[in-house]
C-alpha cells in the first residue's frame, strides 16, 4: 500500500503560480512511476504530467507543456508539480497517483482544489 496526501493548491490570479506537492508513504517509492491528474467540475478526470520512478522520464499533456513542471524527490517521497502562467482553465481538483513499474496506477491521493481566477 501507498498513501498519498496533496498539499499547495489554492486560489491564484491568472497568469500566477502555484507548487502542488505529494508526499508519499507506505512501500519504497522509487519504485513507482508518479502521475498528477486533474478534474474540473463537471468533466472526467484527465491527465496532466507523469514521471517515471528514477526521474529520467517525463511526459506532459499538450495543454499544458511550457508551463508546468513535474518533479520528484526520491530521499523525500515527495512529488511536485510547479505551475506557471495559470489560466482559468487550469482550474480543477488535482490528484497525484502511483504505480509500479510497468502497470497503471494502482494508489491516488485525495486531492488538491487548484482555483485560478480571471
Known amino acids: 500500500q501507498v498513501q498519498l496526501v496533496e498539499s499547495g493548491g489554492g486560489l491564484v490570479q491568472a497568469g500566477g503560480s502555484l507548487r502542488l506537492s505529494c508526499a508519499a508513504s507506505?512501500?519504497?517509492?522509487?519504485?513507482?512511476?508518479m502521475g498528477w491528474f486533474r478534474q474540473a467540475p463537471g468533466k472526467e478526470r484527465e491527465f496532466v504530467a507523469r514521471i517515471s520512478w528514477s526521474g529520467s522520464s517525463t511526459y506532459y499533456t499538450d495543454s499544458v507543456k511550457g508551463r508546468f513542471t513535474i518533479s520528484r524527490d526520491n530521499a523525500k517521497n515527495t512529488v511536485y508539480l510547479q505551475m506557471n502562467s495559470l489560466k482559468p482553465e487550469d482550474t480543477a481538483v488535482y490528484y497525484c497517483?502511483?504505480?509500479?513499474?510497468?502497470?497503471?496506477?494502482?494508489?491516488w491521493g485525495q486531492g488538491t482544489q487548484v482555483t485560478v481566477s480571471s
Open positions: 497517483a502511483a504505480g509500479p513499474i510497468g502497470s497503471e496506477y494502482q494508489y
Open positions: 507506505g512501500r519504497p517509492f522509487s519504485t513507482y512511476n
